[in-house]
């Protein structure tokens, strides 16, 4: 049972006590480390100039894993037993560059330079995962540059992808990952105390529910990637974090016999996608969407359920795959549909003694058309202004199983109940889609903010369900004509 933050970084393992544990690693890196090349910009996880990568071992063969997160909103407990890699770690010396390096000077992929340690690690996660080329842009979605411009960036990308393994490099990876196996089996979680500030990652549910029932005005806190904000920006207190992501159970993402996808409660987008792309193929462009690839490596599905928000993008999707959640406390657990978790503004069914512990989602049935789509300012690195996943059977010339999920149009994330009526057991005609279109209004009355108008919102969305609803009547015509 471990009271010390401990982690591999530059080639030791580091013990730390005596710092907040609402310290980010962005801090202790420039603050207590001296390793400025970490960069702060935004703050809040958009700009990617603190990019890192933590590396661990998982799998049965000791596989090292990398991932790249945003430094400044993730908390310095959260690194517990990881390998930190940060810029300062690939390159020896200026005539000794890592191939990401290299290609960046080669190609002239840096002016002012403030963003260029992010896009380095990026790149460098790309070509340790073996990432072809075409990857590029998803690697570095989440890393803006504000003077170079993307071009000698991506060509430094398609340079490193080729480059062979860095031997410098390559024997830190063996150092790091010797220290990773032997502190494995060893892992009995992290309780850790700092004056009056507490952080709890056990490794059992047991625990974790223990912990829950204990002190039910404890914050729960998995990516960190809302609560990053609520710290940087908000400047808010949280005197006791618990932490699920060290329970193998809420982490784990697979198939039951009947064919339901169950997800972890603490699983992360990146760590349920290949799974849940089984379900859903026709996501791919919403799974792209929905944040950078720092930020879909730390933020979890159930924390985004549990976190209420009405502009979520992953919400609306669950509910129109009908999916459902497990409850679980010291006195059992529950299922609750996801549809009837939403509560109110930011409030869920969610007792203060429990936690999410998964998501459950249904086999998909036979003849599924299913759409995820997102209209926001930006394609990428935005909040939505309407989400709407829509999903239905075509059953002959009848629609079954309807489903609209919405995102940004009410005060939580919703299904379309009585546009779903209209649908449900119909054939599918022009006056039934008029119809459906028009019904929309009576289930949504969203507001004006900074992201868009009322109108706007109702105006979008109604047009998304018409042309899909356009699109499945034309695929109809086809079929019958062929």
């Not at 991506?154 to 150092?175: C, I, M, N, R, T």
């Not at 939403?342 to 007792?351: H, I, V």
């Not at 005060?411 to 009585?418: C, E, V």
Request: negative net charge; glycine residues 8%; hydrophobic residues 40%.
């Amino acid at each position: 049972m471990s009271q010390t933050i401990t982690f591999f970084l530059g080639g030791e393992e580091l013990g730390v006590q005596g710092v907040s544990p609402a310290t980010t690693l962005l801090d202790f890196l420039r603050e207590h480390r001296g390793r400025t090349g970490t960069k702060e910009g935004c703050n809040e996880g958009d700009c990617g100039a603190c990019t890192v990568l933590l590396a661990h071992v998982e799998g049965p063969e000791n596989d090292l894993v990398y991932r790249a997160v945003n430094a400044c909103i993730t908390l310095l407990p959260a690194v517990h037993g990881h390998w930190v890699v940060s810029v300062e770690d690939l390159g020896q010396a200026p005539d000794r560059l890592h191939p990401v390096q290299d290609a960046m000077v080669r190609r002239h992929g840096s002016q002012c330079g403030f963003c260029t340690p992010g896009f380095v690690m990026s790149l460098a996660a790309m070509h340790l995962d073996g990432a072809p080329v075409e990857q590029a842009e998803t690697y570095i979605a989440g890393n803006l540059c504000r003077c170079t411009g993307y071009g000698p960036i991506l060509a430094a990308a398609g340079d490193s992808v080729a480059a062979p393994e860095d031997p410098a490099f390559s024997a830190k990876v063996h150092a790091a990952k010797d220290w990773l196996i032997a502190r494995r089996a060893d892992d009995d979680g992290l309780f850790y105390e700092h004056g009056d500030e507490r952080y709890d990652a056990p490794v059992t549910l047991d625990a974790l529910l223990r912990l829950r029932q204990d002190h039910p005005g404890a914050t729960i806190v998995a990516g960190t990637t809302e609560l990053g904000l609520w710290l940087n920006k908000d400047l808010q207190d949280f005197p006791h974090l618990i932490s699920p992501t060290r329970v193998s159970t809420l982490t784990a993402v697979d198939f039951r016999s009947d064919g339901t996808l169950v997800i972890g409660g603490a699983a992360t987008y990146e760590q349920a996608w290949p799974k849940l792309s089984q379900v859903i193929p026709e996501g791919q462009d919403w799974f792209e969407r929905f944040a950078s690839m720092q930020i879909r490596q730390q933020a979890t599905i159930g924390g985004n359920i549990v976190n209420a928000s009405p502009i979520g993008d992953g919400p609306p999707l669950f509910l129109a795959l009908n999916a459902e959640v497990e409850l679980a406390s010291t006195r059992g657990s529950r299922v609750v549909p996801l549809a009837a978790f939403f509560t109110g503004y930011k409030q869920t069914e969610l007792a203060s003694d429990e936690v999410l512990t998964s998501i459950l989602i249904p086999r998909r049935p036979e003849n599924l058309q299913f759409a995820a789509l997102k209209v926001s300012k930006r394609r990428d690195q935005d909040i939505s202004a309407v989400m709407a996943v829509f999903a239905w059977q075509a059953d002959g010339e009848q629609l079954t199983g309807v489903r609209l999920g919405f995102g940004g149009m009410a005060a939580t994330p919703q299904l379309a109940g009585n546009t779903q009526a209209v649908l449900e057991g119909k054939a599918l005609t022009p006056a039934l889609i008029d119809e459906a279109v028009d019904t929309l209004a009576s289930d949504f009355s969203p507001i004006d903010d900074l992201r868009a108008s009322a109108w706007y919102r109702m105006e979008v969305s109604r047009n998304l369900l018409r042309t899909e609803l356009e699109q499945t009547l034309a695929s109809r015509g086809e079929a019958a004509a062929a």
